[in-house]
């Protein structure tokens, strides 16, 4: 792969044409980011989990605030490397390193717009519903079909929300073919458990393939057997990602009580303190003030760590070979994983979070089972017939397939934010009743 094709401006729905000089007021790539900031499914993971689900702390993170913060980590990881590589003269004399960071930054903010409530164990349960009991909605469906439910998946949401979903007519936000290649970390189909895959997830349903194939080729991505090859900046977005939940999830174990502050202190320390000019001690003697400082230095070393790792594996990334994330190829690496162990076990295992997240299986079980039943009821009872016409698009439509049907379901579901979808399923059971009005 080479640079001089890999950020072309053309966008997705759009005729193939020439690139063209950046006008200097907004770039396509900074348009990427503008249309995804404004469009609704950004706007609804104010509400959706990133560790602790339905926070009453208004400092925790929401996947919102976190693809912010990812968004701006990427922005100068992006710029870093973008102007290592405008400096040697690789590419045409309207690109910048600031598109880098752009393309990157746009990525980084639409990297979880695909998941739906509760999380990864929301993805969990979409998943075990149609490996158990929704299996028998899977009949007909070709293997391909079968795993894309089976296997719910996130990412490949988020790419079909992109591509797809928003505004359907255009079709979705006609982002540029660079910002969709960048966004796409798994750039593969779903395929059965077993079969050996690099990747461990998929970054696009089957329904989609053909619009990814579009992407690839006009980025010039290469193929193998079973997949594309990752472009390059997708490791920067994966690296952002990394470097914030890491961090950032640390930080709000802390503000939640669940990690100890001489513990978040220490596991920072290492790699704040990396830098120059670090004062380990002052900032007043306020914990949370202080470890929101040592959060702010460890993120800025990463982002530096993490840059100069892409740049000592440029080659490989652009070969197609390289396969670590990049943050397995920094020197803190094993700093990084010991707060990610710590996190783990004292946040992500909470008994809280562990509790609503069971709750969150009810709730995506009870609607699947209700909405997918509706749908495929072959004579509708009366109470069916009500709850299909609750849904924004009617899944019974004869031009769908089988496989289109369910994925009507499965869009309106992972379109949910966590309070809609617990709201919908009390009312549903007649546990509350809706107020006149409300939407």
């Given amino acids: 792969m080479e640079w001089s094709r890999l950020i072309p401006t053309g966008r997705h729905g759009d005729p193939p044409r020439e690139d063209r000089p950046m006008t200097p007021d907004r770039t396509p790539f900074q348009r990427d980011y503008d249309r995804i900031v404004f469009s609704s499914a950004f706007r609804r993971l104010h509400d959706k989990t990133q560790v602790f689900p339905l926070p009453d702390n208004d400092l925790v993170h929401s996947r919102l605030t976190h693809s912010l913060e990812v968004a ?23 690109c910048s390193a600031r598109d880098f960071g752009d393309i990157v930054a746009a990525a980084c903010l639409a990297h979880d717009i695909g998941n739906p409530p509760f999380g990864h164990s929301g993805e969990d349960a979409i998943a075990s ?53 960048a966004f796409t970390k798994y750039p593969r189909a779903s395929a059965p458990k077993g079969e050996g895959m690099p990747l461990k997830k998929h970054g696009f349903h089957q329904a ?11 980025v010039s991505l290469t193929r193998t057997a079973s997949m594309w090859t990752r472009h390059p900046l997708a490791f920067l977005v994966e690296a952002a990602d990394d470097i914030c939940y890491a961090i950032l999830d640390l930080e709000d174990g802390m503000r939640v009580g669940h990690v100890d502050f001489r513990l978040a202190r220490d596991l920072l320390v290492p790699i704040a303190s990396a830098g120059r000019n670090f004062r380990e001690h002052g900032r007043g003697d306020d914990e949370k003030e ?150």
């Fill in 72 to 94: 701006c980590v990427g922005r100068s990881l992006g710029a870093i490397v973008g102007q290592k590589v405008i400096e040697r003269g690789e590419l045409p004399s309207w």
């Fill in 129 to 181: 519903w149609f490996l158990g009991a929704g299996k028998e909605h899977l009949e007909g469906l070709s293997p391909a079909e079968r795993t894309d439910l089976e296997q719910f998946e996130g990412n490949a949401q988020g790419f079909r929300i992109l591509t797809r979903l928003q505004m359907p007519a255009q079709p979705g936000l006609k982002l540029t073919h660079a910002t969709l290649a």
């Fill in 208 to 218: 989609e393939a053909s619009f990814f194939e579009q992407v690839a080729n006009a």
């Fill in 290 to 439: 202080y470890v929101g400082y040592l959060r702010a230095r460890a993120i800025n070393n990463l982002i530096q760590e993490a840059s100069q790792a892409f740049l000592a594996h440029e080659k490989a990334a652009l070969s197609g070979t390289l396969v670590d994330a990049l943050t397995k190829l920094i020197e803190s690496r094993p700093l990084l994983k010991t707060i990610k162990d710590e996190t783990r076990a004292r946040c992500y295992e909470a008994k809280e979070v562990l509790e609503i997240e069971l709750a969150g299986y009810e709730v995506l079980y009870y609607l699947l089972e209700t909405l997918v039943g509706a749908t495929r009821a072959t004579t509708p009872s009366k109470r069916e017939e009500k709850v299909l016409k609750l849904l924004p698009h009617d899944p019974r439509a004869p031009a769908l397939s089988p496989y289109q049907r369910l994925l009507v379901i499965t869009d309106y579901l992972s379109g949910m934010t966590d309070g809609y979808a617990v709201s919908l399923f009390r009312r549903f059971r007649g546990v509350a009743l809706p107020t006149l009005g409300a939407r």
